[in-house]
């Protein structure tokens, strides 16, 4: 992989977390159910991503993959990741109507640690001290972030543990849709996985007895272009060219710009604590980007047997 390429799909990485970082506010806004907010955001975009992955294919462009038609295998793997992703959203959004943001940005995202740690066992190699030391400011800014927000409330276990249960899930989803883009250009990829996620989206939010007809489309519009088509498209893009443990530590980008956003537009002022968490994150980012070796991105062999993809 080229430098530049790297280079792009780390930009990607990082456009990702913070359009997905919106996701809870507009989920809040939305007059649907949380679920069926999920399914609106995943159906208004499909139309978008299935377009723009048609004109790339069209255009012949596969860029980051060789496929825009999925095998009989990646039709299992996308059908997989499809339905980790709605159970992904349906639990988490669940849980930010029944918890704090905080809890829910703080729990939302242990895959951060579940991702990475995927990626040394497959790659049968322990972290180097560069990538040891990335995971430790990346944990250690974490703490302070939420150390300051959490709520450790009674009130909060359910919607604490559905998120808890999202992050979860969410990690099972890069593991996929990480071999898929292996051989798949990301914009199809994105689509297919959209598609197999819409019908158990719907069926969670009918047996939850959510209302699923909005009154306000505009939530639900904003929600499905900057979290599915900029956020989630981006990520696709990037689980293709980058590491697991890039990935996984890029995704404390969301509580950063959460905690700005709740700055800028709710008056929650960052404190000292706050700041040194912002520069421990943005050091491990920047540690584990000029980091080699092990930190690559792993891809399935032909043979069947993963190995890592300069």
């Known amino acids: ?117 995927w990626g040394f066992l497959v790659a049968r190699a322990w972290p180097s001290r560069g990538q040891s030391l990335a995971l430790l400011l990346a944990a250690g800014g974490a703490a302070l972030l939420m150390g300051r927000s959490y709520q450790l409330d009674p009130g909060h276990l359910v ?45 969670f939010a009918l047996l939850l007895g959510e209302r699923v007809m909005p009154g306000d489309w505009t939530p639900l519009l904003g929600l499905a272009l900057c979290s599915q088509v900029i956020g989630q498209g981006c990520m696709t893009y990037a689980l293709g060219r980058l590491s697991p443990l890039a990935i996984g530590l890029a995704l404390l980008v969301q509580p950063v710009v959460a905690g700005v956003v709740g700055w800028l537009l709710f008056g929650e002022r960052l404190g000292a604590p706050d700041l040194i968490g912002v520069a421990m994150v943005a050091a491990a980012l920047v540690l584990v980007r000029r980091e080699p070796g092990p930190a690559r991105a792993i891809t399935p062999a032909a043979n069947g047997v993963r190995e890592e993809v300069a």
């Not at 723009?52 to 299992?76: D, E, L, Q, V, Y």
């Not at 899930?169 to 071999?179: C, G, I, K, R, T």
């Open 1 to 117: 992989m080229t430098r530049s390429g790297n280079g792009r799909a780390f930009l990607a990485l990082v456009v990702a977390n913070v359009a997905l970082a919106f996701g809870p506010m507009f989920v809040r806004l939305a007059d649907t159910g949380p679920v069926a907010a999920a399914f609106w955001r995943m159906s208004l975009a499909l139309p978008l991503v299935a377009g723009m992955a048609w004109t790339t294919r069209s255009r012949g462009g596969a860029a980051g993959g060789t496929r825009t038609r999925p095998s009989p295998r990646m039709i299992w793997l996308l059908a997989g990741a499809g339905i980790a992703f709605a159970a992904d959203l349906g639990s988490w959004h669940v849980g930010i109507v029944r918890t704090t943001l905080a809890n829910a940005t703080l729990f939302g995202n242990v895959a951060t640690f579940i991702f990475p740690l």
């Open 159 to 203: 919607g604490d543990l559905l998120c808890v249960l999202a992050g979860v899930l969410y990690a099972v989803y890069f593991v996929l849709m990480a071999d898929v883009r292996a051989t798949m250009a990301p914009l199809p990829a994105l689509a297919w996985s959209s598609l197999t996620a819409l019908p158990p989206l719907l069926a």
